[in-house]
């Protein structure tokens, strides 16, 4: 190791969550920040190792030695893909984590973040969810191997702090977006579905664009920029085992219909949008409470909806030969 007394490993370092990461902390080392200074970051995709193999992520850790983990590589997909395939979100997903905290105990990693997300909650809940929530009933239908397999990361940061004192520990995001996504139709989540066939629609001179649901239920929605200094932040300064909320405030929450309308608006489409409600709707609502967030983290601000659709617009128009279709 050089001078930093901090090799941080992010695993899921290609996606959407991690690039943003290496964006920020890029950032921080132009500015000569000192924290930054003190560390060294590696950024992991599944080239690097596929985690749902024992060995294969043995040998990552082996090679790079982290001292903190930001551990974000999973299965992940919008509500088609899991509506789908839950099985497989259950089993990847059991693997992935089990594997990256065993290594993680195994070599001594001074403190790991993991990440839940705010779809896992009980479906039948009282709203604002809240942290103390999280196994409090069964996930939504659409989404219950994902779900199971990622409220499973709580569980074992508490054996893992309870057996053998290891500091791991989780953030739960609501529903995320940005430069880097994953725009492929079959796999996306909203927003950069949106963003990839509204491009197209305009390409295509067409007159009508098709929303799919009916468009009212109600989503709370962060930049991908934004959750990414939570993350470096939570990394550097929170250290309880309980898991911790990381979302825009309950009253920034949008219907999946003016989520539509701030991506026409980027767009500059000037068709009308209509609603296939043949295709499903998913959870209606998952509003949840970052007052816990809010309590610790006084100062931090969030990035405007619109302005965070117009970045990640703009940024697929000049990057769609490179991004993720
Ligand atoms: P993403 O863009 O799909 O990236 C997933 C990352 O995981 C990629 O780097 C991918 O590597 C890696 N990965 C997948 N399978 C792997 C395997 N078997 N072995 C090693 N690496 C593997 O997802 P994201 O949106 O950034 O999500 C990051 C984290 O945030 C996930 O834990 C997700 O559950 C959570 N989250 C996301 C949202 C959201 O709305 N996007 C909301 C809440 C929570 P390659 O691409 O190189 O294969
Ligand atoms: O982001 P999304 O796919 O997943 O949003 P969830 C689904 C909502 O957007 C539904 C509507 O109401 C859809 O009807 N929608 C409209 C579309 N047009 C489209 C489109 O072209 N593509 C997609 N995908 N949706 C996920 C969970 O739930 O939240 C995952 O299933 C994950 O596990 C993610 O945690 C954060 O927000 O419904």
């Known amino acids: 190791m050089g001078s930093e007394s901090k090799i941080v490993l992010v695993t899921g370092g290609s996606g959407l969550v991690g690039q943003a990461i290496k964006t920020v902390i890029d950032e921080e080392k132009k500015s000569g920040s000192a924290e930054v200074g003190n560390e060294k970051w590696i950024f992991c995709g599944s080239k690097d190792g596929d985690l749902r193999n024992k060995k294969e992520t043995e040998a990552l ?101 309870e057996q053998h004192g290891c500091r791991f520990t989780s953030v739960i995001p609501c529903n995320v977006f940005g430069p880097h996504d994953n725009f492929s139709l079959a796999t996306s989540h ?52 309980e898991p911790l909320i990381l979302s825009v405030d309950e009253e920034d929450e949008v219907t999946i219909s003016k989520a539509a309308e701030a991506i026409k608006k980027a767009h500059g489409f000037a068709g009308e949008i209509v609603y296939d409600t043949s295709k499903a709707d998913g959870q209606y609502k998952k509003t949840a409470s970052n007052k816990k967030l809010r309590s610790l983290y006084k100062e931090f601000t969030f990035t405007p909806f619109e302005q965070a659709i117009q970045d990640t617009v703009t940024w697929f128009k000049n990057n769609r030969e490179h991004a993720r279709l």
Not at 213 to 232: E, H, M, N
């Open 61 to 161: 850790f082996e090679k790079h030695k982290p001292t903190h983990v930001i551990h974000l590589a999973a299965m992940v997909g919008g509500l088609f893909h899991n509506m789908a395939h839950n099985l497989d979100f259950f089993r990847d997903n059991m693997a992935i984590n089990d594997n990256v905290l065993y290594a993680s105990y195994k070599h001594k990693v001074q403190k790991v973040v993991s990440c839940l997300s705010t779809c896992i909650f009980p479906d039948k809940i009282t709203y604002p969810i809240d942290e103390t929530m999280v196994h409090n009933g069964p996930p939504h239908s659409s989404n219950y191997g994902y779900s199971y397999a990622k409220r499973m990361i709580d569980v074992l940061n508490r054996g893992y702090a």
């Open 190 to 241: 909203v927003i950069p579905a949106l963003i990839r066939r509204m491009d197209d629609a305009v390409t295509n001179g067409d007159k009508t664009f098709s929303v799919w649901g009916t468009g009212s239920p109600l989503r709370q929605f962060i930049y991908s920029l934004d959750i990414a200094k939570l993350f470096v932040w939570t990394l550097r300064h929170y250290d309880s085992v």
